[in-house]
């Protein structure tokens, strides 16, 4: 079975650093991605992680343990364009399997 | 231009009508999906393409019926829906199927309203 968890919602001031965390429990493992979301909008590629580590994007990070199904995504020097939704997902067999997303609202 | 094009973004339909969502893929890829994204819930794989060919049905109801006739456009016809499949619906295409590192890049998706 698969199963993607990520808090509901999150919230943050602008200039922060924010760590969405995602654990998964899943029967196959082709690597783990983060997508955000704005409201209305396609989700969009962040980033992907299939070794143990940190990989860094610029002001993203995400980091990867396949032993503890655990991956988290974090968001440096905060921006209000940041406020969106971020999903985490796996690609495991087919297609990718998402979590619920996590809101961030990010105020002044 | 987004690489992945939908059509329509809005859609209001009875329970006795029939419609059709539309999705071109402008990318070259070979692999096609289609989502649903309801409120609360996570992203819910629906149907599979692989150069045209379904590779998997996700235990979706007959009422909604996927179409690739080539590997650029991919459609779901709908007929006989319930108000509870007001979702949005997400079109999605990668390079290849099921390889590590393939990223899928989304539509803007089709905003359903069953009536």
């Known amino acids: 079975g698969q199963n993607i968890d990520q808090p509901t919602e999150m919230t943050a001031t602008e200039g922060a650093i924010v760590q969405i965390n995602c654990t998964y429990q899943t029967s196959g493992f082709n690597g783990l991605f983060w997508y955000q979301q704005h409201a209305g909008e396609a989700p969009t590629f962040l980033s992907y992680n299939v070794l143990d580590g940190l990989e860094e994007k610029g002001r993203f990070s995400s980091f990867l343990s396949r032993s503890k199904g655990y991956s988290y995504l974090l968001l440096k020097e905060l921006q209000m364009k940041d406020s969106a939704s971020y999903l985490c997902a796996n690609q495991a067999g087919t297609a990718l399997i998402f979590g619920k997303g996590t809101t961030l609202s990010v105020s002044s | 231009e987004t690489g992945v094009t939908q059509t329509p973004r809005h859609l209001v339909m009875g329970m006795t009508n029939k419609k059709s969502l539309k999705c071109e893929q402008h990318l070259g890829h070979n692999a096609m999906y289609w989502y649903k994204q309801s409120a609360k819930k996570p992203l819910e794989l629906m149907f599979v393409?692989?150069?045209?060919?379904?590779?998997e049905n996700n235990s979706v109801p007959s009422r909604f019926s996927p179409e690739c006739p080539n590997s650029s456009h991919l459609f779901l016809h709908l007929h006989t829906l319930q108000p509870e499949d007001s979702a949005l619906y997400l079109c999605a295409s990668s390079r290849n199927l099921g390889q590590t590192n393939t990223e899928a890049f989304f539509g803007q998706g089709t905003r359903l309203t069953v009536v």
């Open positions: 393409y692989s150069l045209e060919e379904r590779v």
